[in-house]
């Protein structure tokens, strides 16, 4: 690998680590782990590698591995005639992000709703037009939460029928 590829994934395992850290509440070296497989793609990525890429103890790893694979979050295959493990998100993984998501969005909007009908209902009693509620943020976020549930669902549906072909 060109050493500005290389430095350029340093940095970006480092990003993407801090990031997985804080969405998915992992120690700093298993969101880093995570971030250096997510980065490796599909060839998976060995035990070795990641203690020397990482520059972490084989037993940090080793702890960490294990856990992520506890969780779920990653998977192994073998190559034939080799003993390595190879490690790769699971798909799956991705999938119940999205899931969790649309869970949450969902939530959210019917909280958006529930508030809205009760400005609307507070409006209607209301003759004073200063004191009424606008409601028009809640529309608009109600419309974005829809629309954005919509493609990622959509996503989603890729995500499964591209995983099925393989």
């Not at 430095?7 to 997985?20: M, P, R, W, Y």
């Not at 998976?44 to 779920?72: M, P, R, Y």
């Not at 958006?112 to 606008?134: G, L, P, Q, V």
Request: glycine fraction near 4%; include cysteine.
């Amino acid at each position: 690998m060109p050493d500005n590829i290389c430095s350029e994934k340093k940095a970006l395992v480092e990003k993407l680590g801090v990031f997985i850290e804080n969405k998915d509440q992992l120690a700093p070296v298993a969101a880093r782990i995570m971030s250096y497989i997510i980065l490796t793609g599909k060839v998976g990525t060995t035990f070795e590698d990641l203690v020397l890429k990482l520059c972490a103890s084989k037993s940090t790893i080793s702890t960490h591995l294990n856990h992520l694979q506890d969780l779920k979050k990653i998977v192994y295959f073998t190559k034939l005639g080799d003993r390595k493990k190879y490690f790769v998100i699971n798909q799956d993984t991705i999938i119940q992000g999205i899931d969790d998501m649309i869970e949450t969005w969902c939530v959210q909007k019917e909280l958006h709703i529930e508030i809205r009908d009760y400005k609307e209902k507070s409006n209607a009693n209301n003759s004073d037009d200063t004191s009424k509620f606008d409601l028009e943020f809640h529309d608009d976020y109600i419309q974005f939460l829809d629309e954005a549930t919509k493609s990622v669902l959509k996503l989603r549906t890729k995500i499964i029928e591209k995983n099925n072909k393989l």
